[in-house]
């Protein structure tokens, strides 16, 4: 796309025809003309060189050229164009590299109706016509101004300069004068120094000079200084070579002979003298009748003054984009003179105007998320200027990025939602540069959502498992209530009534499989209870507590598979206490460590406080020490009754126990 778009630059060539298409030089895709056999063509060296010679003999530079025009012009500073000068022809001047410009620039970043100049009685107006570069006044941008002598004004690569003449030759006088001035003052300065000088020496000679005498200035000699030839003939008639510092005096000529004579040739003079007087006299009228400003405009059509104000409002409204407004005002322009847009200003602003419209759609299309839309939208928008490429990039950028910002922020939205499904589709969408983000963010989710799915089958299962024990608990409650006759009955010793309130509770409940199952179980319970506890009393009647420990502790069994509560399985507790003391004390007696150690610790157990059974407890501990040391002591002689005594002492001390522990490690070693 080219530099130099202007959508007021007029058609030049051919390119200007009403019924041609739109200037391609607005959006910078002008080409060089082609012949009918696809080959650019060349002009000729004649040509080249006549155009140029034409293009200067318009300007200023050569001696020959006609100066009508106001007292200024335009020099071009840097550029192609650098050394070149243009003088104003009228009171307008169109600066461009169009051929039909007044001054015609070859730097093709210039539109080619790039500015204009125009003089008034307020001086030199400069009126920038619509380029897309623009116009700038020592180096400020500017659309319109007055300029000023020596302003300089760069359009393009080109730096141009304003003279104006007259106001060239008032700096240039004062530059003399200025200058007469200095050499007047250093030669006063000089002349002071050297009658100073002069003063000085004779003062030092002591004479009677008097160095204010006019004929020792050196100024006043070389005024009344002699020729040589003189010098020469006053040497010569006075025969005495004059001194230095005497004065020369000139002697006075004489008149001319017809100053003498009095002939014709005094009165041919005085005529002379007179017609050159009237002449001048006349010219100094002529001059004080001449006006002193520029001839007036001839009048002009102000439709033709309106259509080309329209046409200017127009180039402003498209250089601020306002390309509708542009379009309106060349159609009003138009009509006040057909022919008014001769430069397709128009037809471009119009194409420039679809292309606006399009990239609207284009936004709104964005703003909907219509990310595709808008691409195939911006496919298919014209081209248009350099100005509307660089739009249309930023929408492509835009387009782009806002997409991957939608596309993000879909992710995130099935992420947060924990929808896996969705944010497995979308992970090809997301930008590469963030997928391996994004994707461990998914692995994180299914991880987490894999672990909630086993934190609630657990769950779940406890709850079944808390459900199922609600619902034991209540079903061991129902039964328990089902035959809470049988066990007032077995509590009060009246076993055979309580077998017989069984068969009462199966009648009552027929159905209930549970029910017959418990009935069953404490018909067979009951009666083998009644035998044990029976058993265990008699012996303990007869004082043998030693015998009683058996059938007690049967009878502590059966009453807790019985499961009923009350106070006499508190009661064989005691009972089971004092004959496995009494028991175990028999067995510590009789040596039998090992019965005598399970006895005293169900003693314990049934009857924490009980001392007797900890003192029986203190003494097996004893015991088993010295079995122990035996057990030692004879492992090398014999094995066989060192590893039966180790064996009792494993199964006699207490658990965590020194004794325990060393005796395993010597059974351990001692067996293959």
């Given at each position: 796309?080219?530099?130099?778009?202007?959508?007021?630059?007029?058609?030049?060539?051919?390119?200007?025809?009403?019924?041609?298409?739109?200037?391609?030089?607005?959006?910078?895709?002008?080409e060089?003309?082609?012949?009918?056999?696809?080959?650019?063509?060349?002009?000729?060296?004649?040509?080249?060189?006549?155009?140029?010679?034409?293009?200067?003999?318009?300007?200023?530079?050569?001696?020959?050229?006609?100066?009508?025009?106001?007292?200024?012009?335009?020099?071009?500073?840097?550029?192609?164009?650098?050394?070149r000068?243009?003088?104003?022809?009228?009171?307008?001047?169109?600066?461009?590299?169009?051929?039909?410009?007044?001054f015609?620039?070859?730097?093709?970043?210039?539109?080619?109706?790039?500015?204009?100049?125009?003089?008034?009685?307020?001086?030199?107006?400069?009126?920038?016509?619509?380029?897309?570069?623009?116009?700038?006044?020592?180096?400020?941008?500017?659309?319109?101004?007055?300029?000023?002598?020596?302003?300089?004004?760069?359009?393009?690569?080109?730096?141009?300069?304003?003279?104006?003449?007259a106001?060239?030759?008032?700096?240039?006088?004062?530059?003399?004068?200025?200058?007469?001035?200095?050499?007047?003052?250093?030669r006063?300065?000089?002349?002071?120094?050297?009658?100073?000088?002069r003063?000085?020496?004779?003062?030092?000679?002591?004479?009677?000079?008097?160095?204010?005498?006019?004929?020792?200035?050196?100024?006043?000699?070389?005024?009344?200084?002699?020729?040589?030839?003189?010098?020469?003939?006053?040497?010569?008639?006075?025969?005495?070579?004059?001194?230095k510092?005497?004065?020369?005096?000139?002697?006075?000529?004489?008149?001319?002979r017809?100053?003498?004579?009095?002939?014709?040739?005094?009165?041919?003079?005085?005529?002379?003298?007179?017609?050159?007087?009237g002449?001048?006299?006349?010219?100094?009228?002529?001059?004080?009748?001449?006006?002193?400003?520029?001839?007036?405009?001839?009048?002009?059509?102000?439709?033709?003054?309106?259509?080309?104000?329209?046409?200017?409002?127009?180039r402003?409204?498209?250089?601020?984009?306002?390309?509708?407004?542009?379009?309106?005002?060349?159609?009003?322009?138009?009509?006040?003179?057909?022919?008014?847009?001769?430069?397709?200003l128009?037809k471009?602003?119009?194409?420039?105007?679809?292309?606006?419209?399009s990239?609207?759609?284009?936004?709104?299309?964005?703003?909907?998320?219509?990310?595709?839309?808008?691409?195939?939208?911006?496919?298919?928008?014209?081209?248009?200027?350099?100005?509307?490429?660089?739009?249309?990039?930023?929408?492509?950028?835009?387009?782009?990025?806002?997409?991957?910002?939608?596309?993000?922020?879909?992710?995130?939205?099935?992420?947060?939602?924990?929808?896996?499904?969705?944010a497995?589709?979308?992970?090809?969408?997301?930008?590469?540069?963030?997928?391996?983000?994004?994707?461990?963010?998914?692995?994180?989710?299914?991880?987490?959502?894999?672990?909630?799915?086993?934190?609630?089958a657990?769950r779940?299962?406890?709850s079944?498992?808390?459900?199922e024990?609600?619902?034991?608990?209540?079903?061991?409650?129902?039964i328990?209530?089902?035959?809470?006759?049988?066990?007032?009955?077995?509590?009060?010793?009246?076993?055979?009534?309580?077998?017989?309130?069984?068969d009462?509770?199966?009648?009552?409940?027929k159905?209930?499989?549970?029910?017959?199952?418990?009935?069953?179980?404490?018909?067979?319970?009951?009666?083998?209870?009644?035998?044990?506890?029976?058993d265990?009393?008699?012996?303990?009647?007869?004082?043998?507590?030693?015998?009683?420990?058996?059938?007690?502790?049967r009878?502590a069994?059966?009453y807790?598979?019985?499961?009923?509560?009350?106070?006499?399985?508190?009661?064989?507790?005691?009972?089971?206490?004092?004959?496995?003391?009494?028991?175990?004390?028999?067995?510590?007696?009789?040596?039998?460590?090992a019965?005598?150690?399970?006895?005293?610790?169900?003693?314990?157990?049934?009857?924490p406080?009980?001392?007797?059974?900890?003192?029986?407890?203190?003494?097996?501990?004893?015991?088993?020490?010295?079995?122990?040391?035996?057990?030692?002591?004879?492992?090398?002689?014999?094995?066989r009754?060192?590893?039966?005594?180790?064996?009792?002492?494993?199964?006699?001390?207490?658990?965590g126990s020194?004794?325990?522990?060393?005796?395993?490690?010597?059974?351990?070693?001692?067996?293959?």
């Amino acid at each position: 796309m080219s530099s130099d778009e202007d959508f007021a630059a007029p058609p030049s060539g051919d390119e200007g025809q009403p019924d041609g298409p739109a200037n391609p030089e607005l959006y910078g895709d002008a080409e060089p003309p082609r012949s009918r056999t696809d080959e650019t063509r060349v002009a000729s060296v004649s040509d080249v060189r006549e155009e140029s010679r034409r293009r200067h003999e318009e300007e200023d530079d050569n001696a020959d050229a006609t100066r009508a025009g106001p007292p200024v012009q335009m020099l071009v500073l840097a550029g192609p164009d650098r050394g070149r000068k243009k003088r104003f022809q009228g009171v307008r001047m169109v600066v461009g590299r169009g051929k039909d410009c007044d001054f015609v620039l070859d730097d093709q970043s210039v539109s080619r109706r790039h500015l204009e100049l125009i003089y008034g009685q307020g001086g030199v107006a400069m009126r920038d016509l619509g380029s897309i570069s623009g116009t700038q006044v020592n180096d400020q941008r500017v659309d319109e101004c007055t300029l000023k002598h020596g302003d300089e004004i760069a359009i393009g690569k080109t730096r141009l300069r304003f003279v104006d003449e007259a106001e060239q030759i008032k700096e240039l006088r004062e530059q003399a004068e200025a200058r007469e001035a200095e050499e007047k003052r250093e030669r006063e300065e000089a002349a002071k120094d050297r009658d100073e000088a002069r003063k000085a020496a004779g003062a030092s000679r002591g004479t009677d000079v008097d160095p204010n005498d006019p004929r020792l200035n050196e100024a006043t000699n070389a005024n009344y200084r002699m020729p040589d030839e003189l010098k020469e003939k006053n040497r010569d008639a006075s025969g005495v070579k004059k001194g230095k510092g005497a004065i020369a005096i000139p002697r006075p000529r004489p008149p001319p002979r017809s100053a003498v004579t009095g002939g014709g040739g005094n009165s041919k003079a005085k005529l002379l003298i007179g017609v050159g007087g009237g002449v001048v006299v006349l010219l100094m009228l002529g001059l004080m009748l001449i006006p002193s400003g520029p001839p007036p405009p001839p009048p002009v059509d102000p439709n033709v003054e309106r259509s080309k104000l329209l046409m200017q409002k127009a180039r402003e409204a498209v250089r601020s984009d306002d390309f509708a407004g542009a379009v309106k005002l060349v159609e009003e322009a138009e009509k006040l003179r057909p022919g008014a847009d001769d430069e397709g200003l128009g037809k471009a602003a119009a194409k420039e105007l679809v292309v606006q419209q399009s990239f609207q759609a284009v936004r709104e299309l964005i703003d909907a998320n219509d990310f595709e839309g808008a691409r195939q939208k911006l496919s298919e928008t014209p081209q248009g200027t350099a100005k509307t490429d660089d739009v249309r990039r930023k929408l492509e950028q835009e387009v782009k990025t806002k997409d991957e910002l939608w596309r993000i922020q879909k992710m995130e939205e099935a992420l947060t939602a924990r929808d896996v499904a969705t944010a497995q589709s979308l992970l090809e969408q997301v930008p590469e540069l963030n997928r391996p983000a994004y994707s461990q963010k998914l692995q994180d989710l299914q991880a987490e959502l894999a672990k909630e799915a086993r934190d609630s089958a657990v769950r779940d299962r406890a709850s079944r498992e808390r459900n199922e024990e609600r619902a034991k608990e209540e079903r061991k409650r129902f039964i328990a209530e089902a035959f809470t006759d049988v066990e007032r009955r077995f509590n009060g010793g009246d076993y055979q009534r309580a077998v017989l309130e069984c068969d009462r509770v199966v009648e009552k409940y027929k159905a209930d499989k549970d029910v017959k199952d418990r009935s069953r179980q404490l018909k067979t319970l009951i009666p083998q209870f009644q035998r044990a506890l029976d058993d265990a009393q008699k012996k303990l009647a007869s004082n043998a507590l030693e015998s009683a420990s058996k059938p007690l502790r049967r009878a502590a069994e059966l009453y807790r598979q019985i499961g009923f509560d009350g106070s006499l399985g508190r009661t064989l507790d005691e009972q089971l206490a004092s004959a496995a003391l009494a028991a175990g004390q028999a067995a510590l007696k009789k040596g039998d460590l090992a019965a005598a150690g399970s006895n005293f610790r169900e003693a314990l157990r049934l009857n924490p406080g009980d001392r007797r059974a900890r003192d029986g407890l203190d003494d097996l501990s004893k015991k088993v020490e010295e079995l122990y040391m035996r057990a030692y002591i004879e492992r090398d002689r014999d094995p066989r009754s060192a590893a039966e005594k180790f064996k009792i002492v494993i199964e006699t001390a207490p658990e965590g126990s020194d004794t325990k522990r060393k005796a395993e490690m010597f059974l351990s070693e001692m067996q293959p």
